[in-house]
């Protein structure tokens, strides 16, 4: 693991997620910048003093020079956003395979570096866009796909938080301070740091592509450079017609990640704070609650996939996280068996979301400072 | 009455609202344009033959020549579009008080015309943007007012329905046949019928204006001519930004309008679907649930004088409905006095926001045909 | 109208559910034991001086001198429960149909001799339990009539209401002290207040009859003469098992009254604060959200009788009363007509049901002060 | 581990409990009765063949003989309810500290036998009611204890489930099929699977004992030779009264555990199948929406100890779960580490639990067969 050291939150949530299924086990690691924190960090994790390492590049060194069998597998990069290029193009150049936290890089050039990185070497990618890991998620992709919904025809992606509603950035708190810090967090503020999640949620279960889209950002709170509001129009591939609005000063709110989708013969609403129930909207007929749960026998084969136990039992974040580190570990092991992965599993964010990331933080960018109404989202 | 014959949705709406408080009697009316169905209509209300009017001209005419106190003091025009200023205008001229449906008029031209009638005769007109009438609207409203929320940093106004999914006007359904068809419905289609109620929603809940607007109108179902979906990007006067969409094809939903206002010092949240509550969200302590009822003290005045049974005894759509028709009831009732009328009931849509509704109709068109991103709203 | 003179609760919300529907004129009415409170509350309904009458018995005398046609056809009788049994036998005596607010009597004997002149005299006898009116309650009694939910196994209704926490009889409040009172209320507290409306919706929801039933009773605040609180272990004719508990002291209630039932096929859940939603539950696909509204055709011929509006336009609790004033005033209409009633509108509950609740809270009382395990329920 | 093979629910619970928080390693396991299934469920485990045991008995030899800090600290025993008192009582007297399925035993003898056992050798034992491992439910706790709720006058705890309302023993569920077998399961089905849950969270939250009781038991499935439904009225030591009903039989619920609980000055709501929300209920304020995250500082020290993301990020039943088993790892090593436990995590559901559970069992299949109304509930 390079960065998450003690207090990350991130870094913390990976390494649960990692663990919960009891297939992938945490043996080295650089938590962080400072050798003596990262020490300190690993001695807490319970690792050997010879494998916790000061900084990721002695870690790749000396993790290369392991033998197989023994050496890491796979790295997670979980540390600020402007770090996330350097050592996860240092791991894939070594043979390691990465899990990278989101948004991949803070340009586009970057992005697309590491997309050629990973299509020249062949190495496992995964960028932890987690929402996506959500059984709900994958039912409503895959009820889309089936043609349940049929044409879709409007989706409406919102993601309100309200954590950064007054200036925490001046008060101390790490979190508040590197994502709101154009050094450390890139070009955009919210947009990067969940408007990318709606994003690739919305991409994701309606497998439609935003082909433009029309900005609204705002840098509300005084004194912050970065911003922390934003309002979007989207026009889908195929020409659905969408809104998407990402806020961190949307006052009194958690992280209430909401997705609605509608199409010519049924809708869809999806609320990651009850992240285990799907609803489907008919025109005719009563509204279904899909629930999560493994004894739902009318669930599709990879919501069932994705799910632990049995309904009634909720499964929450972490769970939709260890999915993503499940599918990777997965797929990982088939490919060392040489078998073929199984497509259910074979199935998290990639490098190709991770362009796709960067191009629409640039795209919205630029369509916030245009007067121009619609700007054209490319990722290639 | 004019107009609200058998099978008519809204104009029954109105009776029983009026009726509701027992402050309103229905009287005379002049039901359908067709003179059969509108004797048909008054006698299935048990009107007095000889007030049941073949034609609005003719019920103003006759109304007005009888003695004051038999003579109607007021007239509810709840026609289609097209036909509510002819007698609203009549209605003015002749003497009398006006409760008018929404939009008021097809144009802004329309609608400064009755503005100028009422300003010059002094006579009463209300606008039925009957969800303003909701107690937790109130409450919301007066919060805002007084400061609870602070600054006012966002707004999202969303109005989903799905009752247009299909090509319903081609089906012999009445209220879709009008509502779709310009020359009745007038130039908008969802934004007329349902669009002007969120942005009537959103500017009397905040007390602030839409300066600028940036419009995304669909027309989605094949063969509709008015635009049956729209996605808006929102300025206010005072720097705070928005989102609002309403749309009729988004599918599977019913009334679903919900209204979300974010300050810097506290947000809430309504849905129309569940009137009663009203949540006030906090940056540091739990959610507050606002409920109406008349024993809850906690309510603001204005609240509670909106409110006629205990919590937990719901009141809904007819009950906010009427509590325009009682505003207008009451106030009017001090003026016959001679009284000064309680600010409290004399709250209700006037012609002035009727004025503002057709505005925003003509610059949200206007902005969906324009490649410029903001467009600016004016009502003068 | 027998009292509910100003300032009653329970008077105003059946002369507003009478007035609803435009079906029912209020013409005359004796609204309390002071002759005083009688005019002054006559005079705010806008009601002729001769006919607000100072007592019931001069009401019933003079009207019934009234001509055919002028005189008032139904009476209701809105009095505190020990005022029920004498105006109600004097109208059916005299002539009246009669609508009576719940419980019916303070003894069974009494209700057993209104039973009696009912039958006798052939007159129309309405008891307001209110809750059966909703149309959601239609659409589960007719869901279970019909088998949906198969053989009934278990029923829960749930009946908690906080308003009576502290002892807001010692403080003047006028709903609270004759409710407390013995000599006003009758010998139950909550369980004749709310309890007897569990019952009633348990036993018209399922079509099933208590069989025997096992209570504890509660007089929970210090002071209190009647029970304010009580829980019941129920068994069904048939052999299902229940549940009913019902109390004024649960705190921070509001008005929430539930209702589940299970079957051998699938299980219902509907909750009097959200009416217009009813949860159908499979045991092997997702729930179904039944949902009020016109346009809802998947609903039954009965709860489409008793919806005004489209959904997602809520009804509530004032619809739901005024839907008995109007089966009473259709199924008068049909016997003055000489026609046979509509079966779907001759639907509200009756003398038949006032005995069986009046039985109900003998029973109760007497279980509730028993050592044995079940009291046998019987009304004949 | 003793127990939970390949396919075993629970077990699997219990593995990715312990994981999560990387504070407990599995490093052996007698898995099944079957060594066969035992070696493939350990090597299915990433287990070195020498630590995967065919017997518990096995394991506990060999584990003992390992010298400390590579044997073996703590076992979990997660079987079928029959063989959770042999094992657990073997582990105790080699010195193994032991955490154990509910319910703890088959009889309330052999819960006894282990109390003693327990207290005799100082050893750690918990119990996973693992309900009360959630952070809402420790606030709920620690609020009364604080006398935010005032006393305690009413107490309702509800559990059904729907998956047991056909005869899935009967289909070769394996699930099924020991929980409703008198030999494997105990006397009591869903009395013991659920039932005691119920009783647990409520004696916990409350921190009040159950006095008396009165139950009705129902064998409902036809052929089902253990309760599979109960509903039992409640009386609390200091007289609050209380309902609790569980039930497997109440068709299309998934695993919806509720509790209520109402005192002199304030109520509470929790529900396991949202339990990242507690409604806090006020006479004379807004309900309160109190909410996990361990950003919401308003939070009881013991709720955020075992919360581990920002709010809106939704924790479920395994993080619950994993509250339990990382509170025994944190205790256990405050002990090695001759520290005094933090109360905060030494706080977990324990030996004396367990015969309270078992105690709560025998009396309420002794009332459910009894024709006196009150059976008194002691543990001692």
Redesign the interface.
């Known amino acids: 693991m390079v960065g998450g050291g003690i207090g990350a939150?991130i870094g913390?949530?990976h390494?649960?997620a990692a663990?919960?299924?009891?297939e992938i086990e945490?043996v080295c690691g650089a938590f962080s910048s400072n050798p003596e924190r990262s020490k300190k960090s690993g001695r807490q994790?319970?690792l050997p003093e010879e494998r916790i390492y000061e900084t990721y590049e002695q870690m790749f060194e000396a993790e290369s020079r392991l033998p197989e069998g023994e050496r890491m597998d796979l790295v997670s990069v979980v540390t600020p956003n402007h770090m996330h290029f350097p050592p996860a193009k240092m791991a894939l150049e070594k043979g390691f395979h990465v899990v990278c936290d989101k948004p991949m890089t803070v340009t586009l050039e970057e992005a697309k570096k590491l997309q050629k990185l990973v299509n020249d070497t062949g190495q496992l990618f995964a960028l932890t866009h987690n929402y996506t890991g959500y059984p709900m998620v994958k039912q409503a992709r895959q009820m889309i796909a089936d043609g349940s919904l049929g044409t879709i025809?409007?989706v409406?992606a919102?993601y309100?938080?309200?954590?950064l509603?007054?200036q925490l950035e001046g008060e101390g708190n790490k979190q508040a301070s590197w994502r709101t810090d154009p050094k450390k967090a890139g070009p955009a503020g919210a947009m990067g740091d969940i408007g990318t999640h709606a994003e690739n949620l919305a991409e994701y279960v309606t497998g439609l592509q935003i082909s433009e889209l029309?900005a609204?950002l705002?840098h509300?709170v005084p004194g912050r450079q970065l911003d922390d509001?934003g309002?979007i129009?989207l026009?889908f591939e195929g020409g659905a017609?969408?809104?998407l609005?990402a806020?961190q000063?949307?006052?009194?709110?958690?992280?209430?990640l909401k997705l609605?989708v509608?199409?010519?013969?049924?809708?869809l609403e999806w609320r990651?704070?009850?992240?285990?129930t799907l609803?489907?909207?008919?025109?005719?007929?009563?509204?279904?609650?899909?629930?999560t749960?493994v004894?739902h026998?009318?669930l599709t084969e990879s919501a069932l996939a994705h799910t632990?136990?049995?309904?009634?039992?909720?499964?929450?974040?972490?769970?939709a996280f260890a999915n993503i580190y499940r599918n990777v570990a997965l797929t990982l092991r088939s490919r060392l068996e040489g078998k073929q992965p199984d497509p259910i599993h074979n199935d998290f964010p990639d490098v190709d979301d991770g362009v796709r990331g960067m191009a629409f933080l640039e795209t919205v960018i630029s369509s916030g400072g245009?007067?121009?109404?619609?700007t054209p989202f490319r990722s290639v």
Do not use: M
């Open positions: 939150f913390d949530v390494r649960k663990a919960l299924d009891g945490l994790l319970y025809r409007k409406v919102e309100p938080q309200g954590w509603s007054s029309c609204d705002g509300v509001d309002n129009l026009r017609r969408g809104v609005h806020s000063i949307s006052i009194g709110e958690e992280n209430n609605f509608y199409g010519d013969r049924a809708g990651q704070e009850e992240p285990n609803l489907l909207k008919h025109p005719d007929r009563p509204t279904d609650i899909y629930r749960g004894d026998e009318y632990r136990i049995p309904s009634g039992h909720p499964e929450g974040f972490i769970e245009s007067d121009k109404k619609w």
